[in-house]
């Protein structure tokens, strides 16, 4: 079975350009989830989706971020304006339906300078 | 305070030693929890999965969660170099969102 797939792997850009990250997850995981780990920190969850809704977004900074998950497959998550301390892992998860194990990808390692 | 309480560590032991790793909380509502691995610069790799309290034993690893105290742990026998990682506790009400720890760093030293 194939694993959550993210990318890119490695993303340096400087303060207040945009960035983008994508995910997709393990076919037929219905629910899906973008964390933020800051080094040092666990995940912080920014964003769930349940197929292409949204669950819960209370922790996602709305000013400068935002999600999406168009036809309920794949994700992007998308930072404009980047600040320095949006430097961190980000994370992408899934699970196929409540009360099931979270996998996570390899996570998307920004640098913002 | 946080929702989920962990030891950052660094904890350093010999190979073959038991480790013990902890987790304690303050939300009593968590019904679900959870102890993932991360070795550097990889996502995190889910090692056990327990729904309220009792113990869970898969090969060397034995998760315990104590209710009453709100505390969870990790137990992990005849260590080897290969389990020198970041452990991270994770929790849940609904099993829906989870909370995450913050990490403890292991080194499992041959």
């Known amino acids: 079975e194939a694993g959550v797939a993210q990318s890119p792997r490695y993303k340096i850009i400087e303060k207040r350009q945009s960035v983008a990250f994508w995910c997709n997850p393990i076919?037929?995981?219905?629910?899906l989830y973008w964390y933020q780990q800051i080094l040092g920190q666990g995940p912080k969850l920014l964003i769930q989706?349940?197929?292409?809704?949204?669950?819960?977004d209370s922790q996602l900074p709305k000013d400068r971020f935002s999600a999406e998950r168009l036809k309920g497959v794949d994700s992007t998550l998308k930072i404009q304006p980047a600040k320095l301390e949006d430097s961190a892992v980000y994370l992408c998860?899934?699970?196929?339906?409540?009360?099931?194990?979270?996998?996570f990808g390899q996570g998307t390692r920004l640098t913002v300078v | 305070q946080k929702e989920v309480e962990q030891d950052p560590g660094p904890l350093s032991v010999p190979e073959g030693a038991i480790v013990s790793l902890n987790c304690t909380y303050s939300?009593?509502?968590?019904?679900?929890f959870m102890w993932y691995r991360q070795y550097s610069r990889k996502g995190p790799e889910l090692l056990m999965y327990?729904?309220?309290?009792g113990n869970k034993e898969d090969g060397r690893f034995t998760a315990q969660v104590d209710k009453s105290s709100k505390y969870i742990s990790l137990f992990i026998r005849d260590s080897q170099p290969s389990d020198s990682a970041t452990y991270l506790c994770?929790?849940?009400?609904?099993?829906?969102?989870?909370?995450f720890g913050t990490g403890t760093s292991l080194t499992v030293i041959p």
């Open positions: 989706f349940q197929n292409n809704g949204v669950v819960d």
């Open positions: 939300n009593s509502a968590f019904q679900y």
């Open positions: 998860a899934s699970r196929p339906s409540m009360n099931t194990e979270a996998f």
């Open positions: 076919s037929g995981h219905a629910t």
């Open positions: 327990t729904y309220s309290s």
């Open positions: 994770a929790m849940s009400e609904s099993g829906n969102q989870f909370y």
